[in-house]
């Protein structure tokens, strides 16, 4: 069984997303178990398949004994075994909370719910473990199609949120095929490492530069990148609170990975990869401004979360396209820093709003005594998004501004500076109103009698607490093992040469 871990990160939910209707049709609970089993199978497999990698080196699996060109490839490096295991970990962590959020759900909804939920998280396994353009396009499709249907549950709004995404991102995919088709047609083959074998020797320049254009362009939309994250807002602030605690925390870190990948491992040897990457650069500087302020301006916690993570996004896309050492730990350590702190702040928000119906910040007064625990990891979380030690914000924000300073790009480490600074007065904001301001005379009595009964009770289900407390000990976690991770997960992602 361990020699096919590869396989079974992807295989046992994809699985058990198409035998999940038949399921729920028995019982809503054997679906449900069924759902968390699956997920429990990817995140050991992951786990395993990450271990293997650190003791031995890369693993290439080969489906069906076929090798490259002819056959399918799944490549677990350090890195790619490290996110698979985050992307699986947190699903499950996600699945589990959302179980009361669906408990007043039709048996038939819930059904509907945990198949596309189980398809969303195979398609972003897929993305991370695949070691073909293709294949990446497949998985990339089978994960949209189901973040569609599963913005969609949130409501009218969310329909309309999910139908926007939809043609944007069809937009996308569109793009990002239509470059890997150049690609095909300049070579031949779609295995990465064959790739990045072929395209040095290739004289086509043009047909290069935009099959570049087309898959930066294309991936880019998927992360939300500036300015193509219109999606982003609505899709995140009208989807139901388990779906946007899911997709914001890895959907969009997978497409910046699968950049990252592309361009440093299959089109590094061509050129074209920087004059994508310089593009990118200037559009992420923008983006963290923009993001921010915008952010600042809301007064729905849901909606300030989702412009915060268009600027999060440009901080990986802005690594990214610095190029150097110092750039890329900082691009792949705030992927893991945003994917666990945004996750858990999302979560945060949608069990406030599960409990108390508010999302509004400014009627959060003395929102710290109804939910102790749960404001508690918010300001732990809020503090990983400003960049203050020892959290892992501190540590992917500072290899980024040291990656500024070695490039001579003084620029970016006016706008990093920046950035924090407004990322600070909106999450102070936030904690400002829950910890600071009284409430009206009416809510302050109806508060000390829902604090007697609180007293009495914990502040939300356990199912919904843990997945916070854990992700924000997460949060610490990372902070305190960052340079560990650097050392014996991130470095082996550098590609050869780089400066």
């Known amino acids: 069984m361990t020699a096919n871990y590869p396989a079974l990160i992807v295989i046992i939910p994809l699985a058990v997303a198409v035998i999940t209707p038949v399921l729920g049709r028995i019982s809503i609970v054997l679906a449900q178990l069924s759902a968390a089993a699956a997920l429990l199978v990817a995140f050991i497999s992951s786990l395993g398949a990450l271990q293997h990698a650190l003791a031995e080196g890369s693993w290439h699996y080969y489906f069906g004994g076929w090798a490259p060109p002819w056959g399918i490839e799944y490549v677990i490096d350090p890195l790619s075994g490290g996110l698979a295991t985050l992307v699986s970990f947190i699903g499950l962590l996600v699945l589990i909370y959302a179980v009361p959020h669906l408990a007043t759900k039709p048996a038939r909804e819930n059904t509907y719910f945990y198949t596309l939920y189980l398809l969303c998280v195979a398609g972003l396994l897929g ?3 695949t070691g073909d353009v293709f294949n990446l396009y497949v998985f990339l499709e089978i994960s949209s199609l189901a973040a569609y249907a599963l913005i969609a549950f949130g409501g009218s709004r969310a329909t309309v949120a999910g139908y926007r995404y939809l043609l944007i991102g069809t937009a996308a995919a569109c793009l990002y095929l239509l470059g890997i088709g150049y690609l095909y047609a300049l070579t031949g083959s779609l295995n990465m490492a064959d790739l990045a074998e072929l395209l040095p020797a290739v004289d ?13 362009i294309g991936l880019g939309i998927k992360m939300a990148l500036f300015p193509l994250h219109g999606w982003l807002p609505d899709a995140y602030s009208s989807a139901p609170a388990p779906v946007t605690g899911f997709i914001a925390a890895v959907m969009a870190k997978v497409s910046a990975y699968a950049i990252y990948r592309i361009c440093f491992f299959v089109l590094k040897d061509t050129g074209t990869a920087i004059i994508a990457l310089n593009m990118v650069g200037w559009m992420a ?20 979360l989702a412009y915060s993570s268009v600027a999060q996004m440009c901080y990986i896309a802005l690594g990214v396209a610095l190029g150097n050492t110092y750039g890329i730990y900082g691009a792949l350590l705030h992927i893991l820093n945003h994917a666990v702190t945004k996750g858990c702040l999302f979560l945060i928000a949608g069990s406030i709003a599960w409990k108390t119906g508010i999302r509004d910040i400014t009627q959060f007064a003395k929102m710290c005594r109804k939910m102790p625990w749960t404001m508690a990891v918010f300001v732990v979380a809020a503090l990983s998004m400003i960049g203050l030690p020892p959290t892992a914000g501190f540590f992917s924000k500072m290899y980024l501004v040291m990656g500024s300073v070695e490039a001579g790009a003084w620029g970016y480490v006016a706008v990093l500076v920046a950035s924090s600074l407004l990322t600070a007065i909106y999450f102070f904001r936030v904690i400002e109103y829950a910890y600071l301001h009284q409430p009206a005379q009416g809510e302050a009595v109806k508060l000390e009698q829902e604090n007697s009964v ?46």
Do not use: C, H, Y
């Open 285 to 304: 500087a923008a983006g963290i401004i923009f993001g921010s302020i915008m952010a600042i301006a809301q007064n729905d916690l849901w909606r300030m």
């Open 127 to 129: 993305m991370v473990v």
């Open 204 to 216: 086509a320049p043009t047909a290069l530069v935009i099959a570049t254009v087309l898959i930066v």
């Open 454 to 499: 609180m007293a009495r009770r914990w502040e939300l289900p356990a199912s919904m607490l843990m997945p916070i407390i854990l992700l924000g000990i997460g949060v610490l976690t990372l902070g305190v093992l960052s340079e560990k991770i650097i050392a014996d997960v991130i470095q082996f992602a550098l590609p050869w040469g780089m400066p």
